[in-house]
């Protein structure tokens, strides 16, 4: 585990220094100073609300979105704009639409049957309905809940997405670099580069699920939509997990659904709270845990209901 | 932190297996201790008669089965040290297996791949998979009369020879057509259950990097049925090798393979020959030979054959690990 991640959860690793053993104070602006100071080389560890938002750029907008899974709504008149360079946690209870909400966004709904929807998603300003279903997922690329490796090489894997893109398969000379550096980023590299070319299917489950990533950012996407991506892991592989959605935060926008109300904390810089398909509020992510404006989000934080 | 931990732990080794105290099988139902004993004695029942069939050709046929038999060619002699060995009904056999599989696994694998994975409109896909089953409970010998039927006419020539009044329609090339349609079903099935045993998560993980419906199946959904495909195949195979009617009718069951003249392998393909199950039958008492002890010999080689098959599925469906659709997640 990083350092980084570590003090991310305000966790102290046993070999922690002392300024560490506390909580760190988020809302002390001049907490970055301190650890510039104090540690230059710890300088991702900083409260990431404090700068994130102040760059952010705004990517995808959604329009008064709702989705019906036949006649029943999933998600119900949603409005939200999701911004590059920061990390947007979808909350609620089961079954509130987060997952159809997300889907919604690289028109995965669109496989299921019985969906239909209305509203509009704006992908810088186009509307996400008028780019080609294959185009659209390539910039809006998804990371699941399981990890769902193809039943192939991890070369093959990470590569899948880059390959047959255009009519000319590339060779695999040319892919390498390419493939080395998506396991680069998803913290992999040093796993696996012993052999790229062993079954996707060995590595163990942390693994598999940074293969994904992997594969999902080799293509450079814009923005990365992630299901719930460690519901199914151990806390070791999900801490890994978590550092690498801060390094990616800084070259894509990231929509991530989680049930983790820790996680939501420790990672997204703005929180969105849904209920029964409503998106009840969105927020910064300080705000909407220690001062949350509608009385659902609160009992949903304070474990009322959920 | 766990490392640690453990090396200061004493080592902790696993208890012995023990069950606790079980209902005794004489305080159930009567209707239940009837299914349990039947189950018992079915399965037993059928590895006796496996067992059965094995040792009678275990002593009757290996008696007779000697290396020579497997590289002589058969003559048609009274005498029965002449009559020679079955090396032609062995190629026979290796000819129509290769054949009747490369027209049969295609067809099936995308005949599966369409109605699963596209299968619109529905009424088509429904009327598609009936006319596997159909294909799958026709008897052999009405196939291969159909398959008679239809070759013997004119246009079909090319497939055979042309005979006065049309096409002789006996061939390995119209034999393999026909013979493909007993190996359809067990491809398909097979591929069809893999298909739809195969996660939609994992479809979904190759739309969500930008691909294409044919590209995902291409590139991901056949790999992962690959293991299905190849069993399939392969039972497809000992149903092709197995088949007697088909050969009969529409290879000739000549004693000998008979290239129809012409270039070399087209004029084998248009030839007539025979098989081991032909030979078999021609050479039982109820056949034209009548030499009993080359038929024990040809069945005994037969099942040997059949037996590598059935070992071989097995192998097949362990390549690599468990398939995707049964344990996907080795090291979670």
Same mark, same amino acid.
């Given at each position: 585990?990083?350092?980084?991640a570590s003090?991310?959860?305000?966790?102290?690793?046993?070999?922690?220094?002392?300024?560490?053993?506390?909580? &760190?104070?988020?809302?002390? %602006?001049?907490?970055e100073?301190?650890?510039?100071?104090i540690a230059?080389?710890?300088?991702?560890?900083?409260?990431r609300?404090?700068t994130a938002a102040?760059?952010?750029?705004?990517r995808?907008r959604?329009?008064?979105?709702?989705?019906?899974?036949g006649?029943?709504?999933?998600?119900?008149?949603?409005?939200l704009?999701?911004?590059?360079?920061e990390?947007?946690a979808?909350?609620?209870?089961s079954g509130?639409?987060?997952?159809? %909400?997300?889907?919604?966004?690289?028109?995965?709904?669109?496989l299921?049957?019985?969906?239909?929807?209305s509203?509009?998603v704006?992908?810088?300003?186009?509307?996400?309905h008028d780019?080609?279903?294959?185009?659209?997922?390539?910039?809006?690329?998804?990371?699941?809940q399981q990890p769902?490796?193809?039943?192939?090489s991890? +070369?093959?894997?990470?590569?899948?997405?880059?390959r047959?893109?255009?009519?000319?398969?590339?060779?695999?000379?040319?892919?390498?670099?390419?493939?080395?550096?998506? &396991?680069?980023?998803a913290? %992999?590299?040093?796993?696996?580069?012993?052999?790229?070319?062993r079954?996707?299917?060995?590595?163990?489950?942390?693994?598999?699920?940074?293969l994904?990533?992997a594969?999902?950012?080799a293509?450079?996407?814009?923005?990365l939509?992630?299901d719930?991506?460690?519901s199914?892991?151990?806390?070791r592989?999900?801490?890994?997990?978590?550092? &690498?959605?801060?390094? &990616?935060?800084?070259? %894509?926008?990231i929509?991530?659904?989680?049930?983790?109300?820790?996680?939501?904390?420790?990672?997204?810089?703005?929180?969105? +709270?849904?209920?029964?398909?409503?998106?009840?509020?969105?927020?910064?992510t300080?705000?909407? +845990?220690?001062?949350?404006?509608?009385e659902?989000?609160?009992?949903?934080?304070?474990?009322?209901?959920g | 932190m766990a490392?640690?931990?453990?090396?200061?732990?004493?080592?902790?080794?696993?208890?012995?297996?023990?069950?606790?105290?079980?209902?005794?099988? $004489?305080?159930?139902?009567?209707?239940?201790?009837a299914? $349990?004993?039947?189950?018992?004695?079915?399965?037993?029942g059928?590895?006796?008669?496996?067992a059965?069939i094995?040792?009678l050709? /275990?002593?009757?046929?290996?008696?007779? #089965?000697?290396?020579?038999? #497997?590289f002589?060619?058969p003559?048609?002699?009274?005498?029965q040290?002449?009559s020679?060995?079955?090396l032609?009904?062995?190629?026979?056999?290796?000819?129509l297996?290769?054949?009747?599989l490369?027209?049969a696994?295609?067809?099936?694998?995308?005949?599966?791949?369409?109605?699963?994975?596209?299968?619109?409109?529905r009424?088509?896909?429904?009327i598609?998979?009936?006319?596997?089953?159909?294909?799958?409970? @026709?008897?052999?010998?009405?196939? /291969?009369?159909f398959?008679?039927?239809?070759?013997?006419?004119g246009? $079909?020539?090319?497939?055979?020879f042309?005979?006065?009044?049309g096409?002789?329609?006996?061939? $390995?090339?119209?034999s393999?057509?026909?013979?493909?349609?007993?190996?359809?079903?067990s491809?398909?099935?097979?591929?069809?259950?893999?298909?739809?045993?195969t996660?939609?998560?994992?479809?979904e993980?190759?739309? /969500?990097l930008g691909?294409?419906r044919i590209?995902?199946?291409?590139r991901v959904?056949?790999p992962?049925v690959?293991?299905?495909?190849? @069993?399939?195949a392969?039972?497809?195979?000992?149903?092709?090798?197995?088949?007697?009617?088909?050969?009969i009718l529409?290879?000739?069951?000549?004693l000998?393979?008979?290239?129809?003249?012409?270039?070399? #392998?087209l004029?084998?393909?248009?030839?007539?020959?025979?098989? #081991?199950t032909?030979?078999?039958?021609?050479?039982?008492?109820?056949?034209?030979?009548?030499?009993?002890?080359?038929?024990?010999? /040809?069945?005994?080689?037969?099942?040997?054959?059949i037996?590598l098959?059935?070992?071989?599925?097995g192998?097949?469906?362990?390549i690599?690990?468990?398939?995707?659709h049964?344990?996907?997640?080795?090291g979670?």
């Amino acid at each position: 585990m990083t350092d980084r991640a570590s003090a991310a959860r305000n966790w102290v690793a046993p070999e922690a220094p002392a300024w560490q053993n506390e909580p &760190l104070p988020i809302e002390k %602006l001049d907490l970055e100073a301190q650890l510039m100071a104090i540690a230059p080389e710890r300088t991702n560890a900083r409260p990431r609300r404090a700068t994130a938002a102040a760059t952010a750029v705004e990517r995808l907008r959604l329009e008064d979105v709702s989705v019906f899974y036949g006649n029943t709504p999933a998600v119900k008149n949603v409005s939200l704009s999701i911004r590059q360079g920061e990390v947007l946690a979808l909350i609620g209870p089961s079954g509130c639409g987060k997952t159809t %909400l997300l889907r919604t966004l690289n028109r995965l709904t669109e496989l299921t049957p019985n969906a239909s929807h209305s509203g509009r998603v704006l992908l810088d300003d186009e509307d996400t309905h008028d780019i080609v279903d294959t185009e659209l997922r390539r910039r809006v690329s998804m990371v699941f809940q399981q990890p769902n490796p193809f039943p192939m090489s991890i +070369f093959d894997n990470v590569g899948f997405a880059l390959r047959e893109q255009s009519r000319k398969r590339p060779r695999r000379r040319e892919l390498e670099p390419l493939v080395d550096h998506a &396991l680069q980023r998803a913290g %992999l590299h040093d796993e696996v580069r012993a052999d790229l070319n062993r079954s996707a299917l060995r590595l163990s489950g942390g693994q598999q699920q940074r293969l994904c990533i992997a594969r999902a950012i080799a293509q450079e996407p814009e923005i990365l939509l992630m299901d719930e991506p460690c519901s199914a892991l151990d806390p070791r592989s999900t801490a890994v997990i978590e550092d &690498l959605i801060l390094q &990616l935060r800084e070259d %894509l926008a990231i929509v991530i659904v989680t049930h983790n109300l820790q996680q939501a904390h420790r990672i997204a810089d703005r929180v969105a +709270f849904m209920y029964l398909g409503d998106l009840v509020e969105v927020g910064e992510t300080e705000q909407v +845990f220690s001062d949350p404006r509608e009385e659902q989000t609160r009992e949903y934080i304070a474990g009322v209901f959920g | 932190m766990a490392q640690s931990e453990s090396a200061q732990a004493p080592q902790l080794l696993p208890p012995r297996r023990s069950r606790g105290r079980r209902s005794s099988l $004489f305080s159930w139902r009567a209707r239940d201790q009837a299914v $349990f004993a039947l189950a018992w004695i079915t399965g037993i029942g059928l590895c006796l008669v496996v067992a059965a069939i094995v040792l009678l050709f /275990a002593t009757k046929g290996f008696d007779y #089965l000697r290396p020579d038999l #497997l590289f002589s060619r058969p003559s048609a002699a009274v005498n029965q040290a002449q009559s020679g060995g079955f090396l032609d009904p062995i190629e026979g056999t290796v000819m129509l297996g290769i054949l009747g599989l490369a027209i049969a696994a295609p067809l099936g694998v995308i005949t599966a791949v369409w109605v699963v994975e596209y299968g619109r409109p529905r009424w088509l896909s429904r009327i598609v998979e009936s006319a596997v089953e159909v294909i799958a409970g @026709t008897p052999d010998v009405v196939l /291969a009369i159909f398959g008679l039927a239809l070759f013997e006419l004119g246009i $079909f020539a090319p497939l055979s020879f042309s005979s006065p009044g049309g096409a002789f329609g006996r061939s $390995f090339l119209t034999s393999g057509i026909i013979v493909s349609a007993v190996a359809i079903p067990s491809v398909y099935t097979a591929t069809r259950n893999g298909l739809i045993a195969t996660p939609r998560q994992l479809r979904e993980a190759s739309y /969500a990097l930008g691909k294409t419906r044919i590209a995902t199946i291409r590139r991901v959904v056949l790999p992962a049925v690959r293991r299905d495909i190849a @069993t399939g195949a392969t039972l497809g195979l000992g149903r092709i090798i197995g088949d007697t009617a088909i050969v009969i009718l529409l290879l000739g069951a000549t004693l000998r393979t008979q290239t129809e003249s012409g270039t070399p #392998l087209l004029g084998l393909l248009r030839g007539t020959g025979s098989t #081991l199950t032909s030979y078999i039958y021609n050479n039982s008492p109820s056949g034209e030979g009548n030499a009993p002890n080359k038929a024990y010999a /040809a069945a005994a080689f037969l099942l040997l054959l059949i037996l590598l098959l059935n070992w071989g599925v097995g192998r097949i469906g362990r390549i690599g690990g468990p398939p995707i659709h049964e344990e996907r997640r080795l090291g979670a």
